[in-house]
């Protein structure tokens, strides 16, 4: 059997002097795509945050993509896509410049990147638009596009279909779809339990920084 691309045990991370993950035990393989759902607080960010490698472990062990979350926190994350609430775009850029320097870090073809704006919807009127120029929904499909861009093997999004319109956001689904299954693992946090619970393979519950898995029956509730 391969290594989990996330492998957490009992981790802890504290934000301020706040324990936002509480002991945190979850191990995640490749192709999953894991819905995290729970109240605003209760640590499905922070989550995020500590599998891209962006926040601190302070207890427990834990491997991303097989690196070491206390020693090899940088090399996680050359290996993982984040969309948080921020798009992380460069705003004087054009969005075709934000998608080609991102798919760039990676060593992507040009056809490559043009494959994500299309995919994403931003290849023709848009891509020679500075991005503070767009909307709130453009800017999201940029930032997707991204991702795709990147070619990550770890997808962490946090509320992905924020800001997106019904087409968008389909398009969104299907990416995520192919991208999990040509081998990506995706872990989405997400209140849209309707739309992103049928993306999921599986769904964890974040509950005061603990995660609990949910059994099948009862991934959607009435």
Known sequence: MSAPVVDLTDAVAVLGSFPALAG???RIDEGDIVLLRGPNGAGKTTL?????????MVRGSGRILGFDLGTQRESIRRHVGVLGHQNGLYLDLTVGE?????????????????????RLGVADRLVD???RKLSAGQKRRT?????????????LLDEPHAGLDASARDELDATLRQAAAAGAT???????????????????????????????DQEHPS
């Open 24 to 26: 945190a035990s979850i």
């Open 48 to 56: 995020l945050r500590l599998c891209a490698g962006l926040v601190p």
């Open 98 to 118: 934000n998608i080609r320097f991102w798919g760039a870090t990676v060593g992507a073809s040009d056809s490559e990147t043009h494959a994500a704006m299309e």
């Open 129 to 131: 638009v500075p991005v």
């Open 143 to 155: 930032a997707l596009a991204c991702l795709v861009a990147r070619r990550a093997q770890l997808w």
């Open 186 to 216: 995706i872990v989405v946090a997400s209140h849209e339990l309707e739309r992103a619970g049928s993306l999921a393979t599986r769904t964890v519950d974040v509950v005061a920084g603990r995660l609990h898995e949910v059994a099948p």
